[in-house]
């Protein structure tokens, strides 16, 4: 990350707009995926976990409160998982940049800045995801991907529900250069991340097909027909959501859901 984009991402979000506000929500989006090998940047990373190690005691008293400030607002019993599944899994939480799309969505703010989406609005944007995906056939579905978190959760997606994922690198015109091998004539793209996923997106709206996105706060939704919000940086929330659009899809197509695995496994939470 330049200095440049340092400095705006640590301007107040209410003091930005325009350009400053695109360059700081992608450079946060950037930064989550870059690897960090030198000295300097690992000491960076200790001190920043000291500190995460530090404010801990903060930090669980905030999503104690979230869980009872959204029990005692809404009692709801019809929610995909428990609120408590949405919680150990950090979908609710987001960045600290907060775009004009994304602030109806967001609850709060946390101690530490990053922003907290509403956990009912989560659970509603995930069941019209489900809903609108299920219009659709897998053969004319893609998953694009390229931020490594949510690798193993896309190939599990791909593996459940037949439908064809790109991670790593998007193949340059798969979609709108008919002349490749590999061209695929997609009638919905799901996208991951709006930034790190902006080729797949682009081609999609070129060709005027349809657009499912998952959005944290960072991300703008222009050209989305559909959005999902949640935490879209991490392994365990990327994990939950592909797993409920993993199985809402199969059980809409009446696909057999014993060959679902266990949400466990999406999320990880079966490794520790």
């Known amino acids: 990350m330049t200095e440049a984009e340092k400095q705006i991402i640590e301007t107040p979000e209410e003091n930005l707009t325009g350009k400053d506000l ?18 300097e940047e690992k000491r960076a990373a200790l001190m920043a976990r000291a500190a995460a190690l530090k404010a ?30 949405y919680v150990k899994t950090g979908i609710y939480l987001g960045t600290r940049v907060v775009t004009p799309d994304m602030k109806k969505f967001v609850y709060r703010r946390r101690a530490d800045g990053l922003a907290i989406f509403n956990t009912d609005l ?29 690798w193993k959760a896309a190939k599990l997606f791909e593996q459940a529900t037949g439908i064809k994922v790109f991670t790593k690198k998007y193949p340059a015109g798969v979609l709108t250069n008919t002349q490749l091998a590999d061209f695929f004539e997609a009638e919905l793209t799901i996208v991951t991340d709006q930034w790190l996923d902006k080729n797949a997106l682009k081609d999609t709206m070129d060709v005027k097909k349809d657009v499912l996105m998952i959005c944290g706060t960072n991300n703008f ?22 797993y409920l659009l993993a ?5 809409a ?8 695995p266990e949400m466990d496994h999406w999320t990880g939470e079966d490794e520790e």
């Open 253 to 260: 197509k009446g696909m057999d859901l014993e060959n679902l």
């Open 56 to 85: 801990e005691k903060t930090d669980v008293l905030d999503t104690e409160a979230l869980k009872e400030e959204v029990k005692e607002s809404k009692k709801r019993t019809d929610m995909l998982v428990d609120l408590e599944e």
């Open 247 to 251: 199985k809402g899809f199969m059980k």
């Open 221 to 242: 939704s222009k050209g989305a027909n559909q959005v999902i919000i949640g935490n879209n940086k991490s392994a365990k929330s990327l994990g939950i959501i592909y």
């Open 22 to 39: 695109e360059t700081a929500a992608e450079a946060e989006s950037i930064e989550t995926e870059k690897p960090k090998t030198s000295m």
């Open 122 to 150: 989560i659970d509603e944007k995930l069941k019209e995801g489900i809903k609108y995906l299920s219009q659709y056939d897998a053969e004319d579905v893609i998953l694009v991907c390229k931020r490594q978190a949510g």
